[in-house]
């Protein structure tokens, strides 16, 4: 069984940060890439941050120069740095894990989400 957990989720005021993590456990082979997305009420489910097993990131416009996503391979845990957080941040953040495990099957995992408020 493979395990995608988030925490580290909260309620900020703007100007704010906090740090997301997410961590694949389980009967794992390999991990590839992480992924962090968010969805607000009433909006389609976008693409936050990515980052390759590499170390390849890409952020989207919306958060260029505000959040920084980074990982650990050793530890199979993707971390979101949220900084200079904005109302309009405010959403439930996914992390997704596109990994392999020990029957060398690959595919996608969910977490279950977390949820960020920003508000004063």
């Known amino acids: 069984q493979v395990q995608v957990v988030e925490s580290g989720g909260g309620l900020v005021q703007p100007g704010g940060s906090l740090r997301l993590s997410c961590a694949a456990s389980?009967?794992?082979?390999?991990?590839?890439?992480m992924g962090w997305y968010r969805q607000a009420p009433g909006k389609q489910r976008e693409l936050v941050a990515s980052?390759?097993?590499?170390?390849?990131?890409n952020h989207a416009d919306s958060v260029k120069g505000r959040f920084t996503i980074f990982r650990d391979n050793a530890k199979n845990t993707v971390y979101l740095q949220m900084n200079s957080l904005k109302p309009e941040d405010t959403a439930v953040y996914y992390c997704?894990?596109?990994?392999?495990?020990?029957?060398?099957?690959?595919?996608?995992?969910w977490g279950q989400g977390t949820q960020v408020t920003v508000s004063a």
């Open positions: 980052i390759t097993d590499g170390g390849t990131t």
């Open positions: 389980g009967t794992i082979f390999r991990v590839y890439a």
């Open positions: 997704n894990a596109d990994l392999a495990n020990t029957n060398y099957i690959r595919r996608s995992y």
